[in-house]
């Protein structure tokens, strides 16, 4: 069975400072992986997504993650912090974009101006 | 490209009813429809899948006499609840699997209904 694992609840950081909020997951076969933002009472956007390839790959709103398969992991980061990014971040693994997705419990960023 | 809505954003009904909540893809066509349920300050979780011109698959755990999903369109994915009760009130998601030109299959979430069973 698949499962993703978000390690943090919350995180508070300080505008302007770099950001990582830490993924793992669990999956039999090659994983596709994703992070989603979700704002308050609004449905899910994608920020970035792994398929295969460079395991580094760059998102929307300056993020970026990097797929370690011998760690199982999929870390979001940000070097830059905006006021703007404090929301709710989702990881999902799947068989594909097309298939189910199994989402972690997600992590909020709080941000301190 | 790739927007996904939902129609009503939110609704409140007395116990009993149903209620219908649509998922439509506007630029794209959609084969495969998910439907996820989000209580506050929580995780999402699966519903079903719903598939064009067939019938939807149900995780475990979810009655299907209760939430009805019909998938009559590349574009269109409907959810009803069924005789409401205030547990089922919830934050219910859609999303559509697209591929856009030159991408790959890839999940497009809707904004949201938020339904409240009074």
């Known amino acids: 069975a698949q499962s993703v694992t978000q390690p943090d609840i919350h995180i508070t950081v300080s505008e302007g400072a770099s950001l990582e909020l830490r993924c793992n997951y669990s999956?039999?076969?090659?994983?596709?992986l994703f992070w989603y933002v979700q704002s308050p009472g609004q449905g899910l956007q994608l920020l970035l997504k792994?398929?295969?390839?460079?395991?580094l790959v760059q998102g929307i709103k300056g993020f970026e993650a990097e797929f370690k398969r011998s760690q199982s992991s999929f870390n979001l980061r940000k070097p830059s912090v905006h006021w703007s990014d404090a929301a709710e971040y989702f990881c999902?693994?799947?068989?594909?974009?097309?298939?189910?997705?199994?989402f972690g419990t997600g992590t909020q960023l709080k941000v301190e101006l | 490209g790739a927007v996904v809505s939902q129609h009503p954003s939110w609704v409140i009904c007395k116990s009993g009813t149903s209620v219908k909540i649509e998922c439509r893809s506007l630029d794209f066509q959609a084969t495969t429809m998910f439907w996820y349920r989000q209580f506050p300050k929580q995780s999402l979780m699966l519903m079903a899948t719903?598939?064009?011109?067939?019938?939807?698959?149900?995780e475990q755990g979810v009655e299907k006499d209760k939430f009805l999903i019909n998938h009559a369109s590349l574009t269109l994915s409907t959810l009803t609840v069924t005789s409401a009760h205030p547990e089922d009130s919830s934050f219910y998601i859609c999303?559509?699997?697209?591929?856009?030109?030159?991408?790959?299959?890839?999940?497009?979430f809707g904004p949201g209904t938020r339904l409240t069973v009074l």
């Open positions: 719903s598939n064009e011109g067939s019938k939807a698959t149900y």
């Open positions: 999902a693994v799947g068989a594909g974009g097309g298939n189910k997705l199994t």
């Open positions: 999956y039999g076969a090659t994983p596709y």
């Open positions: 999303s559509a699997s697209g591929k856009l030109a030159g991408g790959s299959d890839t999940q497009y």
């Open positions: 792994y398929f295969s390839g460079d395991t």
